[in-house]
Nanobody, 121 residues
Framework: QVQLQESGPGLVRPSQTLSLTCTVSGGSITTRNYWWSWIRQPPGKGLEWMGG???????EYSPSLKSRTYISRDTSKNQPTLQLNSVTPEDTAVYYCTRGMGGSGYQQDSWGQGTQVTVSS
């Protein structure tokens, strides 16, 4: 059974870069047909798909976040990664790493527990 664990700083200053890592165990991030996505949930709001990276390294991003988001991976460590630039307090959210058969619009069958990120000075 695949397990996902997000990690990164819990507090980020405005205008800085948010960097998160997802450690995947029980399965390879290069397994054919799987996508690894980042989804966030701001306080009091719904889930927002940010972007994802496929088993072959292809990436897709939410149009609303594309200019500030970079998703990559370290295959040697089996870790998808997220960078969100120029953060503002509106980027405060719980950030999840997920696995699915696609990105936006696809059901995600595995989720990390989520990590709280607060943007504040």
């Amino acid at each position: 059974q695949v397990q996902l664990q997000e990690s990164g700083p819990g507090l980020v200053r405005p205008s800085q870069t948010l960097s998160l890592t997802c450690t995947v165990s029980g399965g390879s991030i290069t397994t054919r047909n799987y996508w690894w996505s980042w989804i966030r949930q701001p306080p009091g709001k719904g889930l927002e798909w940010m972007g994802g990276i496929a088993y072959n390294g292809k990436t897709e991003y939410s149009p609303s976040l594309k200019s500030r988001t970079y998703i990559s991976r370290d295959t040697s460590k089996n870790q998808p990664t997220l960078q969100l630039n120029s953060v503002t307090p509106e980027d405060t959210a719980v950030y999840y790493c997920t696995r699915g058969m696609g990105g936006s619009g696809y059901q995600q069958d595995s989720w990390g527990q989520g990590t709280q990120v607060t943007v504040s000075s």
